[in-house]
């Protein structure tokens, strides 16, 4: 069975990723690897740990309803985002790995980096990006 990684955010490129690698998977009778990474540290407190179970928990709700096979790994160990994607589609030997994308501002760009760039450069697959819906959140 092949394997697709998703890289989840409770936001809606995260949403937007999330639909589009579930119909991927459908069509290719693919498992499913969703990603959910966060730094950690003292900026990761408990309120933060429950916004994120509570997100997943309705990711794992939505993903019930596909049918498809998935699993999904929370990561707090200190790397961004990028890295564990990354890392995550190597161990797991992906077909491709699915990113969401929003509009950025320039500054925003130069000020948070780029994620997605990242991930497309040092991908070890190919990579489908996915534009959020402008409205959606």
């Known amino acids: 069975m092949t394997t697709i990684v998703v890289g ?14 579930a119909e991927e998977a ?11 990474s ?7 407190d408990s309120d933060e740990a429950a916004a ?8 794992r709700e939505q993903l019930d309803s596909t ?6 790994r929370q990561l707090v160990r200190g790397l961004d985002p990028a ?5 995550v589609a190597e161990q797991v030997h992906a077909e491709f790995i699915v990113i969401g994308l929003r509009r950025r501002s320039p500054v925003g760009k130069l000020i ?26």
């Not at 049918?67 to 999904?72: K, L, M």
């Not at 890295?83 to 890392?87: C, G, P, Q, T």
């Not at 994620?115 to 697959?125: E, K, M, T």
């Open 8 to 21: 989840y955010v409770p936001k809606a490129e995260g949403r937007a990723a999330l639909r589009r690698a």
């Open 26 to 36: 459908k069509l290719r009778d693919a498992k499913l690897v969703v990603v959910n």
């Open 38 to 44: 966060h730094r950690g540290g003292r900026s990761f």
């Open 52 to 59: 994120s179970d509570a997100a997943l928990t309705e990711v």
């Open 67 to 72: 049918g498809v096979p998935y699993e999904v």
């Open 83 to 87: 890295e564990d994607l990354v890392a």
């Open 112 to 137: 948070l980096g780029s994620n997605a760039q990242r991930v497309l450069l040092d991908a070890p697959c190919p990579v489908l990006a996915v534009k959020a819906e402008d409205g959606e959140d």
